[in-house]
């Protein structure tokens, strides 16, 4: 089925995942990486985000932490649900592989599964569907081959795949994300060219670390650490936005879409 890009795009249902208490050994090599973590306010975070999700009457449902897994918190970069099916990615770092595991176990209740299979590799974090397209960011965390195992999958469920090159960043959505199916919000260093020839409106936003917001439905859920793109969001956009304090996971290298996964209401599309 295509998805109805008319409707408000709220997800059935997201997956969380707890915050290891090993969590300051988790993989760090971005701007903030010297910088030491707390674990006990990023767990205050995490379920500051959870209310924040809650908040919209959206179902949550929260999988345990695993200590032997310091980024299992990041579950988006574990499966990415497309329609009724989910693909339950490789991950490209060999350490956060194990974290598939109960994940995929989760999602069997209501997906149809594929399990990624060496030597494909993907995160989550790269891949960002906008309507009936598909931008698959090629990173050092997702190759070709985890862009084409998900393409075979997006194309039984009437989406198409775009490749698109990632540098300078962890992931692409470190780099844009949808403030709804046809508007992409971006940083200066990401070309929109493969964006605006898919009929994409695409907008800069002021803070270069702001690109990672998360639209659920009409609220853009936006980083407290980023006020002028929250307000570019409010005041330009006219979209609603909820700040959430997450500056323990930009630490980490994460943001607002990496801490959960979103799963589709049939015939809809979410971020
Ligand atoms: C990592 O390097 O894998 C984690 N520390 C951060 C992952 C963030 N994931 C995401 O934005 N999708």
Same mark, same amino acid.
């Given at each position: ?49 959870? %209310? ?62 594929? %399990? ?65 199916? %046809? ?19 695409? %907008? ?68």
């Amino acid at each position: 089925m295509l998805p109805d890009l008319s409707g408000p795009a709220l997800p059935a249902a997201v997956l969380v995942r707890g915050v290891a208490s090993t969590m300051q050994r988790c993989l760090r090599e971005g701007p903030h990486e010297a910088l030491p973590i707390d674990v006990d306010r990023a767990r205050d975070q995490h379920a500051g985000y959870v %209310r924040a999700v809650r908040s919209l009457g959206i179902e949550v449902h929260e999988l345990p932490a695993d200590d032997a897994c310091p980024d299992c918190c990041f579950i988006e970069d574990t499966a990415v649900v497309l329609g009724k099916a989910a693909v339950i990615t490789r991950p490209g770092a060999a350490s956060r592989r194990p974290e598939v595991v109960p994940v995929a176990r989760v999602l069997e209740r209501w997906c149809e599964i594929h %399990r990624m299979q060496e030597p494909a590799t993907l995160d989550g974090g790269d891949v960002l569907c906008a309507g009936r397209t598909l931008f698959v960011g090629i990173s050092a965390r997702t190759n070709s081959q985890g862009a084409e195992f998900l393409a075979r999958i997006a194309e039984m469920e009437g989406t198409q795949t775009v490749t698109i090159p990632v540098e300078g960043a962890l992931h692409l959505k470190s780099l844009c994300t949808l403030a709804g199916p %046809r508007l992409l919000l971006h940083t200066r260093v990401l070309d929109p060219a493969p964006f605006l020839a898919r009929g994409l409106g695409c %907008r800069i936003v002021p803070d270069p670390q702001g690109a990672n917001v998360l639209t659920l439905g009409q609220t853009v859920l936006v980083s407290a650490s980023h006020p002028a793109t929250s307000d570019m969001i409010s005041r330009g956009l006219g979209l609603g936005t909820l700040a959430v304090d997450v500056s323990e996971f930009h630490k980490a290298d994460g943001a607002l879409t990496c801490l959960s996964i979103r799963i589709p209401a049939a015939g809809c599309w979410c971020a």
